[in-house]
């Protein structure tokens, strides 16, 4: 007995009920994030990041290693893209908020790497939030769709980066926007 089209099993996808669903997720996330205070120790109570345990690491470490925090909420993006990265530097990978906090809580001079393709409303959030708290960690937002204008009215913004790194991942483009951002403390400090 052959089996007609019409009998066979079909998938019928809702696009408009997934796209609703993870319209859901994000703002659910926006929404946590805008309620979130990053706890600030009080001076001489820093919290002993350097004994955070560490998720990965690549690069020899130098007496002038500048700490990287990649923060990976609600995605992989950093831990598929650690290895293409430019060497040299003490990379760390947050999962979650109180990762991230954990690692704020150092008073010296270090970036956070935002992937704005995740959540751009929690990256946005979390933006504002360093700059204002812990003047010493700087930002930076990889996105897919950065354009210099795009970044240069951003960085205007409250929530603004201190750099801006437009994907595809090259070493040698990443390194420049790092140091570019590390030659602005240098000027400004």
Partial sequence: MAIDDDDKPTVVLDLNALKKQKLKQEEELASMVDDLEFAVPPQGEEEDVAQAPRKE????????????????????????????????????????????????????????????????????HLCGQVKKKFPSTKTMIIARNISPEKARAHAQTPSGANGYYQLPIDSKKLLAEIHKIQSGVRKAG
């Fill in 57 to 124: 690491i690549t690069g020899p470490k130098t007496a002038e290693s500048i700490r990287v925090i990649l923060f990976d909420l609600q995605s992989d993006f950093f831990q598929k893209a650690i290895n293409h990265l430019p060497k040299g530097f003490d990379y760390v990978i947050a999962k979650d908020l109180s990762e991230l906090n954990r690692y704020l809580g150092a008073r010296t001079f270090q970036i956070v790497m935002f992937n704005y393709d995740a959540n751009p409303k929690a990256v946005n």
